[in-house]
């Protein structure tokens, strides 16, 4: 199962902008490029498709050399390296990436979006503002995705909110949004890296994570839980980015070509990736893990209501807010077809 959709994952996070090898022109620009999956033969096999198609149509006048599986350090790591010139591009979390786009968090709101049409619609509506706002930060967005279903995956059943407070929730200490909603329903998160999460499981440190299908089996964090949440409360969302001087020294026609290629393959692998997360959520279940279903669904969105409300003017204005569920009321599903895709 992670064997098929790592490489996936490098087609998806990379979305045909950048991997590559070193090429041979004489004048090369040379980007720095992070990645959070590891080598294996599958990414290896990708990468160098993309490499030649991206060699055909920048002349070799680009070439990408890509950190594998950590190598230049953890997400956060990586951004700062980006900031001091270290690294040139990376996929980053939305927690992340609202360092410089502080209008993205909206997207990654709790019990706001139930289907991937509000998903594309709030994306589609916010995104011209949202890369110029990075762009005035000194990031280029190369595109935004989706990374599957905000699911909890967890040692011991969870079906409501007092559940949760029973237990060790891990926090993404990036997530202000994450910390809000604990402080506010009264859980206590226990802080770890990204890196950190599978080993926090391991030895019991944490109980809960919150992730999408896909997410958890690529970093193997389902190995160290038994049940996992059957309705989403959310979508993760993240963008790939390069650092703007990194992008501006790049040539008018290589950066055409580049925008040209991430543009071609953007909404074919974000398509397979909501696919695939879903094959994988089934994967799990036929695998031993044990489909929870909320037992008031109301309190979860009622408290993603609130978190919202409280976060206004810290992270988003209360007109993005608005905007954001108006979008969602436009586009939300019917009862029945929400039972039927949940099922």
């Known amino acids: 199962m992670r064997k098929s959709f790592i490489a996936l994952l490098l ?15 004489a004048e090369q620009i040379v980007l720095k490029v992070a990645v959070p999956i590891p080598r294996t033969q599958e990414v290896a096999i990708e990468a160098k498709k993309y490499n030649d198609k991206l ?27 980006m900031r001091a010139g270290q690294m040139d591009g990376a996929p980053l979390s939305l927690e992340l990436v609202s360092g410089f786009v502080r209008q993205a968090l909206v997207l990654a709101s709790l019990a706001l979006f139930n289907n991937y049409k509000q998903v594309d619609a709030a994306r589609a509506a916010l995104t011209p ?27 011991k059943s969870i079906t409501s909110i007092a559940d949760l407070k029973r237990m060790r929730p891990w926090l993404y200490p990036q997530s202000e949004m994450l910390k809000e909603f ?7 998160g226990v802080p770890l890296g990204i890196a950190e999460v599978y080993a926090g499981l391991q030895t019991n440190m944490i109980d809960v994570v919150w992730a999408s299908a896909l997410i958890s089996a690529a970093l193997q964090w389902h190995s160290g839980t038994q049940y996992i949440s059957q309705q989403g409360l959310g979508f993760i969302s993240g963008a790939f980015v390069f650092r703007r001087p990194a992008w501006d020294a790049l040539p008018k026609q290589v950066q055409d070509s580049m925008i040209s290629l991430s ?58 807010v608005e905007k954001a569920e108006q979008i969602a009321a436009k586009y939300a599903e019917a009862p029945e077809e929400m039972a039927a895709a949940r099922r």
């Open 11 to 25: 087609g998806a996070t990379l979305l045909g902008a950048v991997p590559g090898t070193a090429f041979t022109a």
């Open 55 to 81: 060699a055909a149509l920048t002349n070799n006048a680009v070439s990408v050399r890509i950190y594998w599986g950590g190598a230049a350090g953890d997400d956060v790591d990586v951004l700062r390296k």
């Open 129 to 155: 503002a949202m890369d110029k706002e990075a762009y005035d930060n000194g990031f280029k967005v190369m595109a935004w995705a989706d990374i599957g279903r905000l699911r909890l995956l967890s040692k």
């Open 182 to 188: 604990y402080r506010s329903v009264g859980a206590n």
């Open 263 to 320: 543009a071609e393959r953007a909404r074919e692998n974000q398509l397979e990736l909501r696919k695939q997360d879903e094959r994988t959520y089934q994967r799990l279940v036929q695998r031993g893990h044990i489909p929870l279903r909320t037992s008031n669904p109301k309190e979860w969105w009622d408290a993603g209501r609130a978190l919202r409300q409280r976060m206004v003017g810290r992270v988003y204005t209360k007109e993005l």
